[in-house]
């Protein structure tokens, strides 16, 4: 597709569950970032990858969650024993690269509820 | 310290008037590209407009204006216009590519328009 794709669109958890959310970036783009957006705030960054490698984890809040994007594409945020301070909307974004002037370009995100 | 600052929770305008949603930043960074995002209820991120910091003119893209002054920190959003589907949330994002943060993106808190007829 032309945009960023994230599945699923809801997922309920109960609280211990592990839930593994996913992100199909547009193709060809480079950088890829997790964001958890929280209801009426704005976007937090978690992590950014460049291709496969995974160069800053440190919006990660604890070691319960963890992201991958083992060839460089479509990349899976994963989280353990989840908590109900994990309910949120998690977003994921691509862009061509890191320069100031490339924008990042969303997806429609995945609400989280945790129960 | 906030690097994004979005004053304004909400506010109000009448179709076809303009309207004007602050943003204020904070970076000791020389490049920096400042961007404005609208969320809709339905919860995507729609990339709006771009101003990089060494650019002389404000940025433009149809009905969005970036009334950008470098001196002051601010880079408000000007939507001309309006129309009832710009009720929408706004946020405001700062982008600097350089050092440990690689290029993310920090936001503001948010503006929540609501146009009504």
């Known amino acids: 597709g032309a945009g960023v794709s994230q599945s699923p669109r809801y997922k309920v958890a109960k609280r211990g569950q592990d839930v593994a959310l996913r992100c199909d970036p547009i193709s060809g783009h480079v950088s890829l970032f997790w964001y958890q957006q929280a209801l009426g705030q704005g976007p937090e960054f978690l992590t950014y990858f460049q291709n496969e490698a995974q160069l800053d984890k440190s919006g990660l809040p604890s070691d319960r969650f963890f992201a991958e994007r083992p060839e460089g594409s479509v990349s899976t945020l994963k989280i353990q024993r989840t908590q109900q301070e994990d309910s949120a909307v998690y977003l994921c974004?691509?862009?061509?690269?890191?320069?100031?002037?490339?924008?990042?370009?969303f997806g429609n995100g995945t609400r989280l509820t945790v129960t | 310290a906030q690097k994004i600052t979005q004053t304004q929770p909400g506010m109000f305008v009448q179709e076809k008037e303009a309207v004007t949603l602050d943003c204020t930043y904070d970076t000791s960074d020389p490049s920096y590209g400042l961007f404005w995002y609208k969320q809709p209820s339905s919860g995507e991120m729609i990339f709006l407009i771009y101003q990089g910091s060494y650019d002389q003119q404000n940025a433009t893209e149809g009905r969005y204006s970036l009334n950008f002054q470098k001196a002051r920190k601010s880079a408000n959003l000007v939507i001309s216009a309006s129309q009832l589907g710009d009720s929408a949330m706004y946020f405001c994002?700062?982008?600097?590519?350089?050092?440990?943060?690689?290029?993310?993106?920090?936001f503001g808190r948010g503006t929540q328009l609501t146009v009504w007829p």
């Open positions: 974004a691509s862009s061509l690269g890191g320069q100031r002037n490339s924008p990042l370009h």
């Open positions: 994002a700062m982008r600097e590519p350089r050092g440990s943060t690689l290029g993310r993106l920090y």
